[in-house]
């Protein structure tokens, strides 16, 4: 990526698809040019919390909600550090903003952290094309002398395909931090940063957990180092194929029977984990207007996705599995896609959205309870088998 801070909405950009297409409009955020794969979130709100979510590690977020920016950027609602996204596109991005919080204008903090994005595209169209041909390796470029089309496509063909991709490590902490329990200590919790958003251990300490946040590199041993009540497998980007670490302490924790929550690629883990198979999407879910069923309790969802992999187990069968039966728990209800996980014989289970709800809506808060009731349930099964023996 090569950028200029110094630019404004009225210099040319233009968006280059790997299969050819093109879409003019002008430069928004910073000038320079930039590579990821193209994809659409269809959240109308929510979109300082999508930027900084490093699922989107190497993506090129195109906003299909027509105006974009209308309550600016502020300082409480970044999911982590920095923006993540490879690049922005945008239909008509708002002039003035106008929130209370509102700090800056999302087009100053998109220049200021150095983000290529673009304006003015009919992302109606440019959707239609995703959802037709697949997500795919696109370009943005901007600036007053661009180069011509062929050069452009070129560039564009010659980035690397998210298919294959490991991106986990690059996005996750490099050390291990604490998030204390809001009130009362209750439980230690071991989670795993693939790419993990800041709301999620903060939705599991509002719970009176503990949360000892480790590196995508640590091992079982690091794990159960911080004597964990339970262990948790973050969201993160890249292709589950590639995660082999991951899959092999996740083992681990199965193997001791430790209780387990994971979610977004924390679902694809488990499912490999299971031995199950991981696919690529054709365009993935992104937004935070996905419909998902839990079959559990047969209740509907409205929830908040960002994946384009997803796991490859049967619909309406138990699987016997290395760790016991498992079953799909949650299915989306657009495509049959699995949405979820869970072992019938130990505690462990995954989604594969992000029930922190940053941004999104809030149905899927029961998954951290159902959690704490897999650990509650856990320590009081051990508190009993050790009376036991001493009786």
């Not at 968006?15 to 002008?26: A, I, K, Y």
């Not at 696109?138 to 991709?165: C, H, W, Y």
């Not at 957990?209 to 973050?234: K, Q, R």
Request: aromatic fraction near 6%.
């Amino acid at each position: 990526m090569t950028t200029s801070t110094q630019g404004t909405g009225k210099i040319p950009a233009v968006l280059v698809l790997e299969d050819g297409r093109t879409f003019r409009g002008r430069a928004y955020g910073a000038v320079g040019e930039t590579f990821g794969e193209a994809v659409f979130s269809t959240g109308m709100t929510g979109y300082q919390e999508t930027l900084t979510d490093p699922s989107y590690h190497r993506q090129v977020v195109v906003m299909t909600a027509p105006h974009v920016g209308n309550t600016g950027v502020n300082d409480e609602d970044p999911e982590s550090q920095r923006i993540w996204v490879a690049g922005y596109v945008v239909r008509d991005p708002a002039r003035i903003p106008s929130n209370w919080r509102s700090r800056r204008s999302l087009d100053e903090e998109l220049r200021h952290q150095g983000v290529v994005g673009i304006s003015g595209v009919d992302t109606r169209a440019l959707t239609r094309h995703l959802r037709e041909r697949g997500a795919m390796r696109v370009g943005i470029f901007s600036g007053n002398a661009l180069p011509d089309e062929g050069t452009m496509l070129a560039e564009v063909r010659q980035q690397p395909e998210m298919k294959g991709a490991d991106l986990s490590a690059e996005v996750a902490t490099k050390e291990a931090y604490v998030v204390p329990a809001i009130g009362e200590k209750k439980f230690t919790v071991a989670a795993i940063d693939l790419g993990i958003k800041g709301m999620t251990p903060h939705r599991m300490a509002e719970r009176g957990i503990e949360v000892h946040v480790l590196p995508a590199t640590a091992t079982a041993e690091d794990v159960y180092a911080v004597g964990p009540d339970g262990v948790f497998f973050s969201n993160g980007p890249g292709d589950p194929a590639t995660a082999d670490h991951p899959v092999a302490v996740m083992r681990e924790v199965l193997s001791r029977k430790t209780p387990l929550f994971g979610i977004c690629f924390g679902n694809q883990i488990l499912g490999r984990a299971l031995g199950f198979g991981t696919y690529k999407l054709k365009y993935g879910h992104r937004g935070i207007n996905q419909p998902v069923q839990d079959r559990t309790t047969g209740k509907v969802e409205i929830t908040a996705h960002n994946h384009g992999f997803a796991v490859d187990a049967p619909l309406d069968k138990v699987s016997d599995t290395p760790f016991g039966r498992a079953e799909v728990s949650h299915v989306c209800l657009n495509d049959d896609v699995v949405e979820g996980l869970q072992l019938l014989d130990q505690p462990a289970f995954s989604v594969q959205y992000h029930p922190e709800a940053a941004a999104g809506p809030h149905d899927a808060a029961y998954l951290f309870d159902r959690f704490v009731e897999l650990m509650r349930d856990n320590n009081q099964h051990s508190v009993s088998l050790m009376e036991g023996q001493r009786a």
